[in-house]
């Protein structure tokens, strides 16, 4: 499984992104999938979730201003960003909770990740 992810960049506080993932090679079934990012000097952490089945998860600094979606025939998640803030600036990883072949075993694949940068 193979996570490709776009559409990081530079923006100015107050403006607004959309990340795009796709995932793709050998794909039996998706759980979920989500975006986490890391700052500098940061831990990694989780920033949204969507299952399949369309349920989302939002980390409380994100919660009104974060968007995610998923496309589940195109196996691809979206993260619309509003109002960014400085704050919001790390790299961003897509991931998702998936099997690769018929009675395999679920497990977290992550993509490479997208810088995203807000300019105060």
């Known amino acids: 499984v193979q996570l490709q992810a776009s559409g990081g960049g530079l923006v100015q506080a107050g403006g607004s992104l959309r990340l795009s993932c796709a995932a793709s090679?050998?794909?039996?079934?998706?759980?979920?999938m989500g975006w986490y990012r890391q700052a500098p000097g940061k831990q990694r952490e989780l920033v949204a979730t969507?299952?399949?089945?369309?349920?989302?998860n939002y980390a409380d600094s994100v919660k009104g201003r974060f968007t995610i979606s998923i496309d589940n025939a195109k196996n691809t998640v979206y993260l619309r960003m509003n109002s960014l803030k400085p704050e919001d600036t790390a790299v961003y990883y897509c991931?998702?909770?998936?099997?690769?072949?018929?009675?395999?075993?679920?497990?977290?694949?992550w993509g490479q990740g997208t810088q995203v940068t807000v300019s105060s």
């Open positions: 991931n998702t909770d998936a099997s690769p072949g018929w009675g395999l075993s679920f497990h977290d694949y």
């Open positions: 090679g050998s794909i039996f079934s998706i759980n979920a």
């Open positions: 969507v299952t399949t089945g369309g349920a989302t």
